[in-house]
C-alpha cells in the first residue's frame, strides 16, 4: 500500500535560516512520482515540484532544492534563507505512475519562519 | 495562466441540506478530482472522473456524494445530505490526458462548514 509520512508536524525558524523538511514514502510500486505541494494560509494548494522514481538527481530552484534518495525511500525538501512569505503547510504526495487517479498525502509540515 | 476556478470559496449549511461545490477544470483537460482536507488534517482522495464517468473512488465517497460534468465546462461535488463530518476543505482538481506529467493543478478550494 502507499503511505507518505511527514513526521515534523511543525518547525519554526527565524529568518534566513535554512530548512529542511522530511518525506517518507512507501510503495511497492518500482514507477511512481512523488510531488511537493504548498498550502499558504490562504489555503490553495501551489505545486511545487513533480519527480519521477527514475531520476534520482537532485534538484534546485531557487531557494528551494529537494533530495531524491530511493534507498531511504525519502524524498525531502530543504528552503534556503527562508523567508517569512515561506511560511506555509507543505505536503509531500505519492502516486503511482499509471494511475495517477490517486494521489497519496502526508499529513503536512506546517512551517513557521520568524522574522 | 490557465487555472482550476471553484466556487463558492466558502459556505455554511444546515446539517441534512444539500450542497453543491463547483469547479471549472483547466478547459484542455481531461481527468478531474474532487480532494478533501478535514482541517488540519491531510487531503485525501475523494473520486476521479474521466470521460463522463467515474474512474475511482474512495471509501468516503459513499451514496451521500455525487460528481456530474453537466456541461463542457463544469464539474460538480454534490452533497445530498451533509453530516457534520463533511465540514472540510474540498479541493477541485484537473490534469492532463496521458501526456501530461502527472501533476495535479487544484483548484484554491471550496470551504464547507456544515451546522
Known amino acids: 500500500a502507499q503511505k507518505v509520512t511527514q513526521a515534523q508536524t511543525e518547525i519554526s525558524v527565524v529568518e534566513k535560516e535554512d530548512v529542511t523538511l522530511d518525506c517518507v514514502y512507501e510503495?511497492?510500486?518500482?514507477?511512481?512520482?512523488l510531488f511537493w505541494y504548498k498550502q499558504p494560509p490562504s489555503g490553495e494548494l501551489v505545486f511545487l515540484i513533480r519527480r519521477n522514481s527514475f531520476d534520482e538527481q537532485n534538484e534546485i530552484s531557487g531557494r528551494y532544492s529537494w533530495n531524491f534518495q530511493k534507498s531511504t525511500s525519502s524524498f525531502n525538501f530543504t528552503i534556503t534563507a527562508s523567508q517569512v512569505v515561506d511560511s506555509a503547510v507543505y505536503f509531500c504526495?505519492?502516486?503511482?505512475?499509471?494511475?495517477?487517479?490517486?494521489?497519496?498525502f502526508g499529513s503536512g509540515t506546517k512551517l513557521n519562519v520568524k522574522p | 495562466e490557465p487555472e482550476v476556478t471553484q466556487t463558492p470559496s466558502h459556505q455554511v449549511t444546515q446539517m441534512g441540506q444539500e450542497v453543491i461545490l463547483r469547479c471549472v477544470p483547466i478547459s484542455n483537460h481531461l481527468y478531474f478530482y474532487w480532494y478533501r482536507q478535514i482541517l488540519g488534517q491531510k487531503v485525501e482522495f475523494l473520486v476521479s472522473f474521466y470521460n463522463n464517468e467515474i474512474s475511482e473512488k474512495s471509501e468516503i465517497f459513499d451514496d451521500q456524494f455525487s460528481v456530474e460534468r453537466p456541461d463542457g465546462s463544469n464539474f460538480t461535488l454534490k452533497i445530498r445530505s451533509t453530516k457534520l463530518e463533511d465540514s472540510a476543505m474540498y479541493f477541485c482538481?484537473?490534469?492532463?490526458?496521458?501526456?501530461?506529467?502527472?501533476?495535479?493543478?487544484f483548484g484554491e478550494g471550496s470551504r464547507l462548514t456544515v451546522l
Open positions: 504526495a505519492l502516486s503511482e505512475a499509471y494511475n495517477f487517479n490517486k494521489f497519496y
Open positions: 510503495t511497492r510500486d518500482t514507477t511512481y512520482y
Open positions: 482538481a484537473s490534469r492532463p490526458g496521458t501526456s501530461g506529467t502527472g501533476e495535479l493543478f
